[in-house]
C-alpha cells in the first residue's frame, strides 16, 4: 500500500521567512496530495491540494510542488506569520488504496517566531 | 451547512467500558472515514464506508467496530475500551472520487483510565 513520508518534523523559522516541508510517497498510483493544517486543539484543514496531472499550485502565500518522478511533494509558505504556526500534514491517495482513504505523513510542527 | 458533526466532543471512560461515536455529515458524501490521532504517530485510519450499508477496515481496526446504517451516519464503537484507545477520533467524509478533498469533524477526545 502506500506510504507518506514527512520532514522535517519540526521546523521553526522567523516572521518573514520561508519554510519548506517535503513529503515523498511510495506509490507511483496515487494522483491526489492534500496538504492540512492543523492548530492545537482544531479539525485537520485543508490547506491546498493538487492533483497529479499538475506540476504546480499557488495560492497567495502558499504553494505546492509535485514530482512525479522522483514521488514527492513539497509545501512552501513565502512571508510566514505568526498565525501559520501549527503541525502541517500532507497526504496521498492512490486509486489503488482500497476506500481511497489518504494515507497521511506524520506531521511537522511549524513554529514561526515574531 | 453543518459540515461534519462529531458527538460527543469529550468523554472519559473506565476501562472495559463500551460507547459508541457518532459523524454525522450533511454535504451528500458516499464515503466516509473514521481515523485516530496519537502523538507522532499522525492520522491513521480505522475503518471506512464506501456507501451506505457498507463498512470496510484500516490500518488499525482491531477493538472498533463500525456500521453506516444511514448515508449521512457513521457511528464508530468501542465493545471494551483499553487504555490504548485514548486518543482523539476525527471522523471525515468525501466524495466518491480519489482525487478530492475530505472534510473533517472537530474530533472526540477520548480517555480510558
Known amino acids: 500500500g502506500e506510504n507518506v513520508e514527512q520532514h522535517p518534523s519540526t521546523l521553526s523559522v522567523q516572521e518573514g521567512d520561508s519554510a519548506v516541508i517535503k513529503c515523498t510517497y511510495s506509490?507511483?498510483?496515487?494522483?491526489?496530495f492534500p496538504w492540512y493544517k492543523q492548530e492545537l486543539g482544531k479539525r485537520p484543514q485543508l490547506i491546498i491540494d493538487?492533483?497529479?496531472?499538475?506540476g504546480e499550485k499557488k495560492d497567495q502565500r502558499i504553494a505546492v510542488t509535485l514530482n512525479k518522478t522522483a514521488k514527492h511533494f513539497s509545501l512552501h509558505i513565502t512571508e510566514t506569520q505568526p498565525e501559520d504556526s501549527a503541525v502541517y500534514f500532507c497526504?496521498?491517495?492512490?486509486?489503488?488504496?482500497?476506500?481511497?482513504?489518504?494515507?497521511f505523513g506524520k506531521g511537522t510542527t511549524l513554529s514561526v517566531s515574531s | 451547512n453543518a459540515g461534519v458533526t462529531q458527538t460527543p466532543k469529550f468523554r472519559v471512560l473506565k476501562t472495559g467500558q463500551s460507547m459508541t461515536l457518532l459523524c454525522a455529515q450533511d454535504?451528500?458524501?458516499?464515503?466516509m472515514y473514521w481515523y485516530r490521532q496519537d502523538p507522532g504517530m499522525g492520522l491513521r485510519l480505522i475503518h471506512y464506508?464506501?456507501?451506505?450499508?457498507?463498512?470496510a477496515k484500516g490500518e488499525v481496526p482491531d477493538g472498533y467496530n463500525v456500521s453506516r446504517l444511514k448515508k449521512q451516519n457513521f457511528l464508530l464503537g468501542l465493545e471494551s475500551a483499553a487504555p490504548s484507545q485514548t486518543s482523539v477520533y476525527f471522523c471525515?467524509?468525501?466524495?466518491?472520487?480519489?482525487?478530492?478533498?475530505?472534510?473533517f469533524g472537530d474530533g472526540t477526545r477520548l480517555s480510558i483510565l
Open positions: 471525515a467524509s468525501s466524495y466518491t472520487y480519489s482525487n478530492q478533498p475530505q472534510h
Open positions: 506509490d507511483s498510483a496515487s494522483n491526489y
Open positions: 493538487i492533483r497529479s496531472n499538475v
Open positions: 497526504a496521498a491517495i492512490s486509486p489503488r488504496q482500497a476506500g481511497t482513504a489518504l494515507i
Open positions: 454535504m451528500n458524501h458516499e464515503y
Open positions: 464506508s464506501v456507501g451506505e450499508g457498507t463498512t
